[in-house]
Every structure is written in structure tokens, then in C-alpha cells.
């Protein structure tokens, strides 16, 4: 009886299903019979330019029976505007008549099809491994040493020093994952100067104001108010990509870049997420670094539901970036 119950339920299930999806492709059919436009050209013209558009435009292209607008989602950036006049010749929409239409529409397949270049190109980076014999990667390890401690000798490549900037080690090539250091941190470091040395300052500091904090810094590095920097900035390199491959991101992405995304919006957002993680440690207060996952599950889940509103734009606060942390 209860397998029969299942079986039901799994019928019926589909049915429903079914019939939602006629009645859908029903209402469409009227819709466009009623106003005379297909459901692109609804989009566009009852949407602003940015994310609420990108986003109902790529689904409607997904979702479509026909294959040249399934196909539309993939093309090469270069292929676009070809393929946004075989969608008008298809859909019998005069581009003359209808000249917003064509602009808008390739507007937003760009940002499409350059989201997924953007995931492919940064999926490509975080596969390259640090190399220790690559003179490129040393040089920007250097590089980064220079940045956040402009004012401190190093004494070796291997030397502890560099846990003052919050590395585990002797040696940062242990710790450092593929983009991380090249296309990130260094990136913070560099467009971001202040804040990151600030950040790096507070990570350094004692929670109890009457310990000498030179003598503290040399003897008790493992005991910051909670963090180390360059650990974060590892882990927060993990965190922006898991938003970009899930999707989240795009959001973000399709409101701030005009046409596709580039490898710079991407760095723009991780210095985003370090300043806003800097501030949200502080706000939680841990008692010590054992709390640093549950602090960043929680800043995670605090920035997906940000990502959540289709007019939310993240950016970082600094003077390289032209971008402004608004919603649009």
C-alpha cells in the first residue's frame, strides 16, 4: 500500500507539473497576442538595464524549446551580434521599429556569456598551483611582503617573519592556493593599500589595551584578536569563488559591469569581501580564532542574502574602483 502511495504521489507530482507548464506556455501565447511582443521584448522594455533584466532574459533563453535561443547562452563574445539578429529575425521583430530592443538585448547577452568566461578564466587560475621555481610567483610573493610591510628588512624567502602578515609558516608556499596571492591579495594589497594595512594593524592587536603591543606583537602573534591576514585572504578567495561558480554572484556582476565582466570586477569584489569580513569580525567579537568558521559561514550566509536582492550591487571602497555600494 505504501509503495502504491508512492507511486501515486510521483504521478501526480508530474501531472501537475505538466499542466502548470501548458498553462504557462498557454498564458504566454495570449500575453503576446494581447500586446503584440514576445516575452524578450517584454523584458526588456518593463526592465532597467542590470541584473532584474540579465537575469529573467538568460532564464527565458534557457527555458526556450527553440535551439537558437538555448544556444544564445553560449556563443563567443564575438558571435553576439549575429546572434541577436538571428533571435529578431526569428522572433519577426523589425529592428528598425524596434531599434531599443536589439541594443538591450545584446547589452545583456554580453554580461551573460562574459559571466561564464569570467567562471572559466578563474577556474583556470585557481588550478595553476603556487610554484616556488616560477620566478613570476616569487616575485609577486616579494612583491607582497613590500606592500604590507614597506617599512620591515626580510631577512630570507624562508624566514619567520612572514607570520607577521599572517601566514602559518616559515614558508608562504605552504599556505597559498592558486589565484590567492597573483590575482587577489596582491590585487588588495596594491588597490587597496590602506585598508589593508589597516586591517593588517588590527589583526596584530591585543583585545586588552594595557599589554605593550611591541612587545606583544614580537612574542604573541598567535594570540591577534583572532585572525591572521593572509589566512583570511585565502579563505576569502574560496569564498568569492564559491559565489561566482554557484551563480550568486551574478547579481553583483550583472549591476556593475555594463557589458561582460571582467577578471577586475572579480578583484574589485574580494576586496569587497575582506573589508566587509574585517568589519564583521569585529561586530562578532570571537574569543578566539577556534570561532573563524563559524564567523565566515556566517558572513557567507549574510552576503547571499544580499546577493538575493536583483538591484544589489557590492563594491569596494576605494578610490581605483568607479563603482559604489548602492543599490541601483
Not at 24 to 47: D, H, P
Not at 184 to 195: G, M, N, P, Q, R
Not at 252 to 273: D, G, I, K, R, S
Request: charged share 25%; glycine share 4%; with cysteine.
Amino acid at each position: 500500500t505504501i509503495h502504491f502511495l508512492d507511486n501515486l504521489m510521483v504521478v501526480t507530482q508530474f501531472f501537475v507539473f505538466l499542466y502548470c507548464k501548458l498553462l504557462w506556455r498557454g498564458l504566454k501565447f495570449v500575453v503576446r497576442k494581447f500586446t503584440g511582443r514576445c516575452e524578450l521584448q517584454r523584458i526588456c522594455y518593463n526592465n532597467k538595464h542590470g541584473a532584474r533584466r540579465t537575469l529573467k532574459i538568460e532564464s527565458s533563453l534557457r527555458y526556450s524549446k527553440n535551439e537558437l535561443l538555448q544556444s544564445a547562452l553560449s556563443v563567443h563574445p564575438d558571435k553576439v551580434e549575429k546572434t541577436i539578429d538571428d533571435v529578431m529575425a526569428l522572433k519577426k521583430i523589425n529592428p528598425d521599429t524596434n531599434p531599443q530592443l536589439s541594443i538591450s538585448l545584446q547589452a545583456s547577452l554580453l554580461q551573460i556569456v562574459g559571466y561564464r568566461s569570467l567562471v572559466a578564466e578563474v577556474e583556470k587560475l585557481r588550478r595553476e598551483p603556487y610554484d616556488s621555481e616560477n620566478q613570476e610567483h616569487e616575485d609577486m610573493l616579494m612583491k607582497l611582503w613590500k606592500e604590507l610591510r614597506p617599512d620591515t628588512h626580510l631577512a630570507g624567502r624562508i624566514s619567520k617573519q612572514w607570520c607577521e602578515i599572517g601566514f602559518q609558516g616559515s614558508d608562504p608556499k605552504t599556505d597559498f592556493r592558486g589565484m590567492a596571492l597573483r590575482h587577489l591579495i596582491l590585487y588588495f594589497a596594491e588597490h587597496d593599500k590602506a585598508t589593508a594595512l589597516q586591517m593588517l594593524h588590527d589583526s596584530l592587536q591585543p583585545k586588552h589595551k594595557y599589554i605593550n603591543t611591541a612587545e606583544w606583537e614580537q612574542k604573541n602573534l598567535d594570540k591577534a584578536i583572532g585572525f591572521s591576514f593572509a589566512i583570511v585572504g585565502i579563505n576569502i578567495t574560496d569564498l568569492a569563488y564559491s559565489l561566482l561558480v554557484s551563480g550568486a554572484l551574478k547579481t553583483h556582476l550583472y549591476n556593475v559591469a555594463p557589458e561582460m565582466p571582467c577578471l577586475m570586477h572579480f578583484q574589485q569584489t574580494f576586496c569587497y569581501l575582506m573589508q566587509e569580513f574585517h568589519r564583521f569580525w569585529i561586530e562578532e567579537d570571537p574569543s578566539d580564532i577556534m570561532e573563524f568558521n563559524r564567523v565566515r559561514s556566517k558572513f557567507h550566509r549574510r552576503i547571499l542574502r544580499q546577493l538575493k536582492n536583483p538591484d544589489m550591487a557590492l563594491c569596494p571602497h576605494f578610490s581605483a574602483s568607479d563603482l559604489h555600494l548602492v543599490n541601483l
